[in-house]
């Protein structure tokens, strides 16, 4: 006899509680049937699973891929290959009786396929997101644009989400935004004003190339890593300068992430906020008034305002360090979506159809709104066109 039928036969006595016993009118011993044991023990033991879907946003080649491949396969150092629309891979971590699975996503195509957003993040998921904005910390004002569009994008969509979650009667979103606030720091001073916006999902911000960009002058250096702060803290999200190559960065890297995924406990001597080393901030960990204030500056030509008169201070001392970018550079790659090799005729057929209708409906809509002005200007005409 095995060991673990041995162990299974003392099992299935302990459970049927010392039932082996001849039973009244000479019946045989009640023992219970092997397979319900084996499954009564296998529903026992199996553990509990808790997902987390993190999701990588950001522009086009600045190393989402390259991030997510170190912290799921930590020796693999190849060249990863372009994103070209959204990819997912997973990782697990075994704690006792739980398992943590996490999905990674990652949408490529940078600010072209923004729309994606929707399909990652829906009401039925969102209690599980953590997201993760990438920039290039060489791209200089690019940094500036991929943060607002993306963290505005944001927090249109996770918005969008606790409408339709408030209005089937959920509770769920204020669990959320108060579980960010609890995050946050629920005494933090800065939480008394409108300074800091609380989407109501964590967030962190993750700056890539900083071996490139520690080159650069002291004065690009201050400048960049107090926007940076800046913007982390103005949106309770963690901050974490990163170099891919450098082993010593990718462990706080990791660390951080593991603490945000798996909530493992994150060591405080890791966090930096000097600008000559790279930054790593925890969110709530950082205050407007150690940051400190925009530099006084003019305005630079062609200035284009956030709608917001601190981010508007924050963007001029921004561009005034930072040169214009490039046309070359400005604009973002587009996607190959029109390539042979992805061609899929079912697919294609389809788009053809809806941007057929989308076309009619514009026109529709075009034709609605002119007829509106016409009976309008007949309108003020009959009742003799008086002046506003």
């Given amino acids: 006899e095995t060991g673990y039928q041995r162990r299974v036969h ?33 529903a026992q033991s199996m553990p509990d699973q808790q997902d987390i879907n993190v999701i990588f946003l950001g522009n086009k080649k600045v190393g989402k891929s390259t991030l997510i491949q170190r912290f799921v396969k930590r020796e693999d150092t190849s060249q990863p290959k372009p994103t070209t629309a959204l990819e997912y891979t997973h990782g697990r971590r075994e704690e006792r009786n739980m398992v943590k699975m996490a999905h990674f996503w990652e949408l490529g195509g940078g600010q072209q396929l923004a729309s994606l957003l929707d399909v990652i993040i829906t009401p039925e998921n969102i209690h599980t997101v953590l997201v993760c904005i990438t920039v290039d910390l060489t791209e200089g004002r690019a940094v500036w644009n991929s943060l607002q569009f993306w963290l505005q994008r944001l927090k249109k969509r996770v918005g969008d989400c606790f409408v339709k979650m408030k209005n089937r009667g959920s509770s769920t979103p204020g669990k959320m935004l ?33 071996d490139v960009f520690r080159d650069e002058g ?82 630079p030509q062609g200035f284009q305002s956030c709608g917001n008169e601190e981010f508007d201070k924050w963007k001029a001392a921004f561009e005034t360090v930072f040169p214009p970018i490039k046309d070359k550079e400005k604009k973002e790659e587009t996607i190959e979506i029109q390539n042979p090799e992805y061609a899929e005729p079912s697919v294609d057929a389809m788009r053809a159809v809806k941007d057929d209708e ?3 409906y514009v026109q529709r809509r075009k034709k609605a709104l002119e007829d509106a002005l016409r009976k309008e200007k007949r309108g003020g005409a009959a009742t003799g066109g008086g002046k506003d």
């Fill in 178 to 210: 108060a579980r960010m606030q609890k995050r946050f720091g629920e005494k933090h001073p800065d939480l008394e004003g409108t300074g800091v916006t609380i989407i109501g999902i964590p967030i962190v911000i993750v700056a890539t190339k900083f």
């Fill in 10 to 42: 003392g099992a299935g006595a302990e459970d049927a509680g010392g039932d082996e016993t001849q039973g009244a009118g000479g019946d045989r011993p009640k023992t219970k049937d092997l397979w319900q044991i084996i499954l009564s023990q296998s």
């Fill in 218 to 299: 002291s004065e690009m250096l201050k400048i960049m890593a107090r926007t940076m702060r800046f913007w982390a803290h103005s949106y309770a999200s963690a901050l974490c300068y990163v170099n891919t190559k450098d082993e010593k960065d990718m462990t706080r890297y990791r660390a951080l992430m593991n603490h945000l995924i798996f909530a493992v406990p994150f060591g405080e001597k890791l966090v930096e906020l000097d600008h000559t080393k790279p930054l790593l901030c925890l969110t709530g960990k950082d205050s407007f008034k150690d940051i400190g204030p925009p530099a006084q500056c003019q305005r």
């Fill in 358 to 360: 989308l076309e009619q």
